[in-house]
């Protein structure tokens, strides 16, 4: 079966350090994968997305992942988090449908 | 007006009433979604729209209600709703289902709260 896990519902980081935000997938074929942040009271917004070329995908506001299919991950990070990098962040896997993970909030202390 | 817009954003009706939740896009997209979201669950996928015709309903009450009359609008139509459908309601777009550009647009939302 498809299914996507991110791995802690909640990540605290202080200013200025590495943020990685974990999701594992399973996929009987080839996945599509997709990071989506949600600011509060707003919509989701597509960070990034995986779709079978170069492994390390590069999305806006500093963030990238890499996709490891020995490891059926793909972890988001971002070298340096700011204060406006909090929010929930959700970890998508495209089959016939968009299957998201249960989220990641991301709180970043001063 | 550029995206993937929502009306109202705040919605507040009781068990007994009739509302509906609007959105459009202006992406020049083909499909588009209705998601809830609530607290401490995983985004549920609700209907998919493609070129107009409803193509999944995932197990939605009949009390929720959609309708595409075109590409760019999408209605939830809200009747006898229940305190748990208290929730964000979503609405997305995408280019459609079969051109593989997969990634889906979204709205701000509808805050709903039932009382």
């Known amino acids: 079966a498809q299914s996507v896990t991110q791995l802690g519902s909640h990540v605290s980081v202080s200013e200025g350090a590495l943020v990685l935000l974990r999701c594992n997938y399973s996929?009987?074929?080839?996945?599509?994968l997709f990071w989506y942040v949600q600011y509060p009271n707003q919509g989701l917004q597509l960070l990034l997305k995986?779709?079978?070329?170069?492994?390390l995908v590069k999305g806006i506001n500093g963030f990238e992942a890499e996709f490891k299919k020995s490891e059926t991950s793909f972890h988001l990070t971002k070298p340096s988090a700011h204060m406006s990098d909090a929010a929930e962040y959700f970890c998508?896997?495209?089959?016939?449908?968009?299957?998201f993970g249960q989220g990641t909030e991301l709180s970043v202390k001063p | 007006e550029t995206g993937v817009t929502q009306t109202p954003r705040h919605l507040v009706m009781g068990m007994t009433n009739k509302k509906s939740l609007k959105c459009e896009q202006h992406?020049?997209?083909?499909?588009m979604y209705w998601y809830k979201q609530s607290a401490k669950k995983p985004l549920e996928l609700m209907f998919v729209?493609?070129?107009?015709?409803?193509?999944e309903n995932n197990s939605v009450p009949s009390r929720f209600s959609p309708e595409c009359p075109n590409s760019s609008h999408l209605f939830l139509h809200l009747h006898t709703l229940q305190p748990e459908d208290s929730a964000l309601y979503l609405c997305?777009?995408?280019?459609?289902?079969?051109?593989?550009?997969?990634?889906?647009?979204f709205g701000p939302g509808t805050r709903l709260t039932v009382t």
């Open positions: 997305a777009s995408s280019q459609d289902l079969t051109s593989g550009s997969y990634e889906q647009y």
């Open positions: 996929s009987s074929v080839p996945p599509y």
């Open positions: 995986y779709t079978s070329a170069a492994t």
């Open positions: 998508a896997l495209k089959t016939r449908k968009l299957i």
């Open positions: 992406l020049g997209h083909n499909a």
């Open positions: 729209y493609n070129f107009k015709e409803q193509t």
